[in-house]
């Protein structure tokens, strides 16, 4: 038997894997985005209907709006700050300290996102929410976080940073301690301060982590979902409402399945278009030279 044919046979359950699970289902998709199918009925063609409604739909692009806001928002908080907690837990402490730090910042992304959301209502209730409680403590008048259209995207943050920092910060520290510990002693040795190792050192060698951070927070952040729906239920009225949940709500609520699969192909092309120029750009600043 050949080589090439031991080959496919390794890759066979992946490829299947691939095919059925992700290949049909795209396929599908794009067949069904020029269709009307409410999943009772069978799909009636359409052409181009689908695509003209979603060029007409001003509660979509209301809905585009808002998960632009939640890139702009989540995107540099997880980035910038799983770097500075990760800098943080990576300094010259104790085994058991680094231990203790990774199980408290990663804990909360392996905890059901549905239960802890229900806790996190109640910390966010403007009467007996106990974060209020605590601003009221420093004269802070009680905050409306799930009722007014501005607050709401603090409190998605906020939940957010709780729940989802842990995977930036791992992906951070593991990059931290793989950087050869000669390069600051040479560093050292030549007079280089601490300031002058980060800049130097530190970020030019992070910089395919943080590549790799950028692009999966911003892809995640596009494709929001699991906080607006569980924290404000996309309220109040669409004001955090992502494209995402507007998705689930045409398919599963209105069961216009053919339309759905529209706004599921637009968001991937926009996805795509960003991912795309976010690695023409990484040529010019993403260092993958470790000599």
Not at 16 to 44: C, D, M, R
Not at 136 to 153: E, T
Not at 235 to 240: E, K, L
């Amino acid at each position: 038997m050949s080589n090439t044919v031991v080959g496919l046979l390794f890759l066979a359950p992946a490829l299947l894997f691939f095919v059925l699970f992700i290949g049909e289902p795209v396929v599908a998709t794009l067949y069904l985005s020029f269709t009307k199918y409410n999943v009772i009925t069978p799909a009636k063609w359409i052409g181009f209907d689908n695509i003209k409604h979603l060029f007409s739909d001003d509660r979509l692009w209301l809905t585009y709006g808002n998960t632009l806001k939640y890139v702009l928002i989540l995107t540099p908080m997880h980035a910038i700050l799983g770097l500075l907690i990760a800098l943080a837990v990576n300094r010259n402490i104790g085994k058991g300290w680094k231990y203790l730090y990774r199980t408290i910042f990663y804990f909360p992304v392996l905890a059901t996102s549905a239960a802890v959301a229900v806790a996190w209502q109640f910390i966010f209730s403007k009467d007996f929410g106990i974060l209020n409680y605590l601003l009221g403590k420093f004269g802070v008048s009680p905050i409306a976080w799930m009722q007014s259209p501005h607050w709401v995207y603090v409190a998605v943050a906020i939940y957010s940073f709780w729940k989802f920092i842990g995977n930036a910060f791992l992906y951070y520290l593991i990059g931290l301690q793989s950087i050869p510990a000669a390069l600051y002693e040479a560093a050292e040795i030549d007079g280089a301060n601490k300031t002058q190792r980060f800049f130097s050192i530190t970020l030019p060698m992070l910089s395919p982590t943080i590549f790799f951070v950028l692009v999966t927070t911003l892809i995640g952040a596009t494709q929001i979902f699991d906080e607006p729906y569980l924290i404000t239920s996309g309220g109040p009225g669409d004001a955090s409402r992502s494209v995402n949940m507007y998705i689930y709500e045409v398919a599963f609520q209105h069961h216009e399945m053919g339309y759905a699969s529209t706004l599921s192909l637009s968001l991937f092309l926009i996805i795509l278009c960003v991912t795309v120029f976010q690695f023409s750009i990484s040529k010019k600043w993403v260092n993958y030279d470790r000599d």
